[in-house]
């Protein structure tokens, strides 16, 4: 079992910027692809970015290319969210994902809420 665990999430202005964290434990961090999702009230999850194993392929949303950026540091089995020129459709909660490609194990955080005023 591997648990996630998000911060970072909370009320920002448009315009600013917001790092989000992910903390895992449970599994071995460094064989699961890590990724983070967005949910917004009353919608599906939809993908945010995901981040490979090595940590040297990353891949976005054409909605966040650009202004989010996705890394990880397997010292600390972390996965990080920064958010840059923030704007009020970036309200949702935001959630941390880990995939083991060769398993096919999954699992989820709770998320982190996100509010953007404008």
């Known amino acids: 079992q591997m648990r996630l665990v998000e911060s970072g999430g909370g009320l920002v202005q448009a315009g600013g910027s917001l790092l989000l964290s992910c903390v895992a434990s449970?599994?071995?961090?460094?064989?699961?692809?890590m990724a983070w999702y967005r949910q917004f009230p009353g919608k599906e999850r939809e993908f945010v970015a995901t981040?490979?194993?090595?940590?040297?392929?990353?891949s976005y949303a054409d909605s966040v290319k650009g202004r989010f950026t996705i890394s990880r540091d397997h010292a600390k089995s972390m996965v990080y969210l920064q958010r840059n020129n923030l704007n009020p459709e970036n309200t949702a909660t935001y959630l941390c994902?880990?995939?083991?490609?060769?398993?096919?194990?999954?699992?989820w955080g709770q998320g982190t809420q996100v509010i953007v005023s404008s």
């Open positions: 449970g599994r071995t961090f460094s064989i699961h692809d």
């Open positions: 981040i490979s194993r090595t940590g040297d392929s990353t």
């Open positions: 994902n880990a995939t083991d490609p060769v398993s096919e194990f999954n699992s």
